[in-house]
């Protein structure tokens, strides 16, 4: 069945760039009509939908991240990548990725990346 | 961006009740809704989409209704592994938005 599975630096200087990879197995990125997206859940708190991308290249943002934020999908390696600019403390959070239809599913187990000097 | 409440944050209930949880969106987002159970240190796994259509492989004790504004997920007989924190989410409007969550303690 399919598998997410995210990637990327656990600890990130504040002012850095925040850079994670989510790899798909178990079937194609640019299989259907679904997308593919990071979400995101501070410590103890809840989600927030960050961004998603078709492997077509089209891309979505939350408007409150869209100026740090960019999204990109790799076909040929079946993965879809995250960087987040200008990180701060607040952008602590385990990251998630996961496919997107209606609702999103199936979901990748989660990253945490904490950002600390 | 469209705002979804969820009440009650918290929930306590006895093994075998019926649960519900309703949430609410600041505007009509058809059906455009899904229901996730997170347990902790867990993804968030989906339940319910467009509102009361119940994903492949979950128990029929989770359902889900609602339209436009108004949602409600329900647990009937509440079993133990259902001890979790419960999100609503809408998918009519960027950006996607989550409710806050309902954490359900067994009493």
Request: aromatic share 10%; glycine share 10%; with cysteine.
């Amino acid at each position: 069945q399919l598998q997410l599975q995210e990637s990327g630096s656990g600890l990130v200087k504040p002012s850095q760039t925040l850079s994670l990879t989510c790899a798909v197995s178990g079937g194609s990125i640019s299989s259907g009509g679904y997308s593919w997206s990071w979400i995101r859940q501070p410590p103890g708190k809840g989600l927030e939908w960050i961004a998603y991308i078709y492997h077509s290249g089209s891309t979505y943002y939350n408007p409150s991240l869209k100026s740090r934020v960019t999204i990109s999908v790799d076909s040929s390696k079946n993965q879809f990548s995250l960087k987040l600019s200008s990180v701060a403390a607040a952008d602590t959070a385990v990251y998630y990725c996961a496919r997107r239809g209606g609702g999103f599913d199936p979901w990748g187990q989660g990253t945490l990346v904490t950002v600390s000097s | 961006d469209i705002q979804m409440t969820q009440s009650p944050s918290s929930l306590s209930a006895s093994v075998g009740d019926r649960v519900t949880i309703t949430c609410q969106a600041s505007q009509d987002i058809t059906n455009y809704l899904s229901w996730y159970q997170q347990k902790p240190g867990k993804a968030p796994k989906l339940l319910i989409y467009d509102a009361s259509n119940l994903e492949t492989g979950v128990t029929s004790r989770f359902s889900g209704s609602g339209s436009g504004t108004d949602f409600t997920f329900t647990i009937t007989s509440l079993q133990p592994e259902d001890i979790a924190t419960y999100y609503c989410q809408q998918y009519d409007n960027i950006p996607i938005t989550f409710g806050q969550g309902t954490r359900l303690e067994i009493k």
